[in-house]
Nanobody, 119 residues
Framework: QVQLVESGGGLVQAGGSLRLSCAAS????????IGWFRQVPGKGRELVAT????????SYAESVKGRFTISGDSVKNTVYLQMNSLKPEDTAVYLC????????????WGQGTQVTVSS
């Protein structure tokens, strides 16, 4: 079992930056990919960025490409999401999740951290 804990959310003005952290513990050797999602009440969950646990290969949603950067620290078992040039539409609860392989969906989730961007 993998446990994930997010931190780093908060209130920021449009154009500002935040860095979210996702700390993993437990069976981290079973992680294939970590994904950052965001969710707004009344809307579906959006996959924002992913990173492979071992090799650091990344991907981004078009809505955040060029503004957000996902990275990992294998020593600290932590994945970061650096968010720059934030917009009000980035306001959401951000959650990280782990998937054990490319053939299995995300099966471990953190509790989420609120990001609010004021205009």
């Amino acid at each position: 079992q993998v446990q994930l804990v997010e931190s780093g959310g908060g209130l920021v003005q449009a154009g500002g930056s935040l860095r979210l952290s996702c700390a993993a513990s437990g069976r981290t050797s079973s992680i294939y990919v970590i994904g950052w999602f965001r969710q707004v009440p009344g809307k579906g969950r959006e996959l924002v960025a992913t990173i492979t646990w071992s090799g650091g290969s990344t991907s981004y949603a078009e809505s955040v490409k060029g503004r957000f950067t996902i990275s990992g620290d294998s020593v600290k078992n932590t994945v970061y999401l650096q968010m720059n040039s934030l917009k009000p539409e980035d306001t959401a609860v951000y959650l990280c999740a782990a998937r054990p392989s490319r053939y299995v969906t995300y099966d471990s989730w953190g509790q989420g951290t609120q990001v609010t961007v004021s205009s």
